[in-house]
């Protein structure tokens, strides 16, 4: 059963490796670094000047692709150096070459019957997770992202196979049988590794969310259960239909709103205008519109969804429920969150509550400014409103000076500084840095991409990254991070057993061609990560770089934090390498990261004009941040509050249980609101509710019963960054990088979030008084809700 985890800023890549069982053919150990020898330069700042001018500077561009066709030894490859894929053809041949090596380890696993046999199990089960995770996100990746429409149906062909495959796996009671086996023998377990037994148990997990302990009926009704909630979630997620398409209004009720939208709305009859319920317009409309009853018609008609859309969740979340009770737990969220942080939905919901309570006064303050504003009782179609008329007054009221310098900061913000800016930061703090790499033919999916190799101080390569950063047509627009390839340790087994092997369909280079490295200290061979990053930001013209936003540096940040997380989260098996991690741990390096974006100790570091590379001045880095305060002392905590009520929602759905089938998800979303939100949706002179906003809420099918995670980990990254990284004091520290990579980062999942958490802060830190939060539970969840959101740097 898969659960895809994505990221309110980005979208991150599914935990397919815990959905599946997964090797890498090897040829001789000797096989000393790389596929293709990470580039070493004895020069750290021709490096870091290469960096900005290859994102910067087209022309240089040009130069620096065009000269890997003329290097010595550049011999064309296949995409991201996977030799399998030169062609489509090659698609087929890779995942039909990887099942071959999957059904044979499991041949190996099931007739495994020593004490020796059972001890290397973990691993085999591990290598067979990595085989299928090769094909399969490597495959998602290439068929989305790919513009020639072969390679892309040859990649979803490869991907189906599989995907297909893995399913079989999952309800393959003879694997499960085996691995139970394992855990029962001492002999075993005491010989495995921290790391093996932390994948034992994921895997153990794994096999009872598929139902393989079931009868055989029963195992049956869960997987089609399973096969309708991911039809119905997927239904859901896409048909955020309004009961109404448009609100009927008289033209002059509109005044505020742009007149030439008002132009584009109008009917037949010139005196009445027709405001769609979806997209722009309406929100617009909202945030603008003088007429108070205009806003709250339209505000009403967006937050009420199609009775049909309003079916589909409520025939989604019985089937989630029904799923749950077959396989032993009184409800879906008690299934989700067993292998969580949080454990339990009575932990999330203590997180939630103290959070919101610890929220309240900042949300109190803001509304009682619009509140003031407006001279009478606030609703909730006029927080937007008020909101932008504070807004705009706020920017009134700047000296013109202070608002070209504003308008400016892009310019110091080219790409390619912002890359230099990263490199410089991840070098300071962890002793790593970012390397572009001239591509062999072959190697991207298009020409645009950069490639970027990681290395640590003794130019030993850590990672790769191809970075698909600017937009072109059909590409989607959202920002993501992918792990195409995880880090694990290779084993002289695998090297040996791939040397045998005399097949012309089989690639002996090691790891498929994908980059490798041997350890300095254990001298075995490792697969490094292999990441893609994809943002859609504006293409350098000849004359003149990308230049960013402060909002698209820190999504920038946001990725390059989900791929520190990789580069630095190297463990020995991969199931448990880099973002492998519980989800509602995954996003605190991203989340993180957004914090070092603007410090002004990193700005020192990479913000300079990409024309006079003047670094940016004190007094525009200080208008920087308090034009980030104000904006977050008018709108932030709301914000924060609008996200806690969300988690909320979320938590009251897949906790929640009837006599009927079906819940009144409308009432129970107007309790919940009712309750806690501090502008509730109006009810009716009936006192029903007026509104179904839960409709549109399509995180519900994939964050189904986690929506809380990200404000979690904000709430965890904002007590890091104020305790380890003291407010931004210690934000270019080696001693403090260290610290959180050594406590965090360097782990991947192969340790409890508590006690990286834990672990980080240390003993001293007062939060972390008598070990409350090593062990995790409801206290240690209450604490970290104590610890706030902030409401300056609002993500997402």
């Known amino acids: 059963m898969l659960r895809p985890w994505i990221c309110r800023t980005c979208r991150l890549q599914p935990r397919l490796h815990r959905r599946s069982i997964t090797t890498s053919t090897l040829r001789a150990a000797s096989a000393s670094a790389s596929a293709t020898p990470v580039h070493s330069s004895s020069s750290k700042r021709s490096d870091d000047d290469t960096l900005r001018r290859v994102f910067d500077s087209q022309t240089f561009w040009r130069d620096f692709s065009a000269s890997s066709i003329l290097y010595p030894g550049r011999q064309p490859t296949g995409l991201v150096q996977n030799q399998y894929l030169t062609s489509p053809d090659g698609f087929r041949t890779f995942a039909q070459v990887s099942l071959q090596k999957c059904q044979a380890i499991v041949s190996r696993v099931l ?33 989305a992202s790919h513009p020639d429409s072969s390679v892309q149906e040859a990649a979803g062909q490869a991907y189906a ?63 089609t259960l399973s096969n309708d909630i991911s039809q119905l979630g997927s239904a859901f997620a896409h048909g955020g239909e309004p009961a109404r398409s448009h609100v009927v209004v008289p033209t002059n009720n509109l005044r505020g709103l742009d007149p030439i939208l008002i132009q584009q709305i109008k009917r037949w009859n010139p005196r009445s205008a027709a405001v769609p319920t979806v997209g722009l317009i309406p929100r617009l409309a909202i945030r603008s519109v003088h007429n108070e009853d205009v806003r709250r018609e339209i505000y009403q008609a967006t937050r009420t969804a199609s009775s049909r859309q309003i079916q589909r969740l409520e025939e989604l979340l019985a089937k989630r429920t029904e799923l749950a009770q077959l396989a032993g737990f009184p409800t879906f969220a008690h299934m989700t969150l067993k292998d969580k942080m949080a454990r339990s ?23 009682w400014q619009l509140q003031t504003q407006k001279g009478s009782q606030l609703q909730p179609w006029d ?51 970012l390397v572009p790499r001239e591509t062999a033919p072959g190697e991207t999916w298009t020409s645009g991409v950069r490639r970027l190799d990681v290395v640590d101080e003794a130019d030993n390569p850590l990672a790769v990254i191809y970075c698909d950063l600017f937009t072109r047509p059909t590409k989607h627009p959202n920002p993501a991070h992918f792990t195409l390839r995880c880090a694990r340790e290779i084993t002289a087994e695998e090297i040996a057993e791939s040397a045998s092997i005399d097949d012309p369909a089989f690639v002996s280079h090691p790891n498929d061609g994908m980059a490798t490295a041997v350890d300095a200290q254990s001298k075995t061979l490792h697969q490094l990560p292999t990441i893609a990053l994809v943002c859609d930001f504006a293409e350098p013209s000849p004359t003149t770089p990308s230049l960013l936003s402060e909002h698209s540096v820190r999504t920038l940040f946001h990725e390059m934090g989900h791929a520190l997380h990789s580069i630095l989260g190297q463990t020995r ?54 034009d980030r305060a104000a904006h977050g002392a008018i709108y932030g905590a709301v914000e924060n509050e609008a996200q806690i009520l969300m988690a ?6 897949h906790t929640t249980t009837t006599e009927d089938s079906f819940l009144d998800t409308t009432s129970l979303y107007q309790q919940v609101y009712s309750t806690h939100a501090s502008l509730p949706d109006p009810v009716d002179e009936h006192g029903r509710p007026s509104t179904s906003w839960q409709g549109f809420f399509g995180h519900l099918y994939g964050y189904g019963a986690t929506y809380y995670s990200y404000i979690f980990d904000r709430a965890i990254a904002n007590k890091l960054w104020e305790d380890v990284f003291k407010g931004g004091a210690a934000a270019v520290d080696r ?18 979030g508590w006690e990286c958490v834990a672990g980080v802060l ?19 969840m209450r604490e970290v809700g104590k610890w706030g959101l902030g409401r300056d740097g609002v993500s997402g």
């Open 383 to 433: 927080h937007a409103y008020y909101v932008h008329s504070r807004v705009r007054q706020y920017e009134t009221s700047q000296k013109s000076r202070k608002s070209r310098e504003l308008a400016a900061i892009p310019e110091f913000f080219s790409l390619g500084t912002v890359m230099q800016g990263l490199s410089r930061l991840f070098d300071r703090l962890y002793g790593v840095r």
């Open 735 to 752: 001693s403090a990088g260290e610290r959180y990579k050594n406590e965090v980062l360097r782990w991947g999942g192969g340790r409890n």
């Open 161 to 223: 196979l599989m995907f297909e495959y893995m399913n079989v796996l999952n309800t393959t009671t003879g694997l499960h049988d085996q691995l139970r086996t394992a855990l029962a023998q001492p002999a075993v377990t005491d010989h495995w590794s921290s790391e093996e037994k932390i994948v034992a148990q994921i895997l153990l997990q794994d096999f009872a969310n598929s139902a393989i302990h079931m009868p055989p009926l029963e195992r049956q009704r869960f997987v």
């Open 345 to 367: 939905p009575a932990a999330v919901s203590e997180f939630l509550t103290t959070l919101i309570t610890s929220n309240r006064p900042d949300v109190q303050e803001e509304l």
């Open 111 to 143: 007739a495994a019957s020593t004490v020796d046999e059972y001890r290397g199990l973990v691993r085999q089960l591990d290598r067979l997770s990595d085989l299928l995770c090769r094909v399969i996100d490597l495959s998602d990746f290439i068929r």
């Open 573 to 626: 098996l991969q199931s448990i390498s880099g973002t492998r991690c519980s989800t509602d741990f995954a996003e605190l390096p991203s989340v993180l990261m957004e914090r070092f974006a603007t410090d002004p100790s990193v700005l020192a570091l990479y913000a300079r004009h990409w024309q006079t590379d003047q670094p940016l001045s004190e007094a525009m880095i200080q208008h920087m941040a308090q």
């Open 648 to 653: 909320l929602v979320d938590q009251a759905y």
């Open 762 to 780: 240390g003993s001293q830190n007062a939060s972390n008084a008598d070990g409350r939060l090593v062990e995790g539970g409801d206290e240690a």
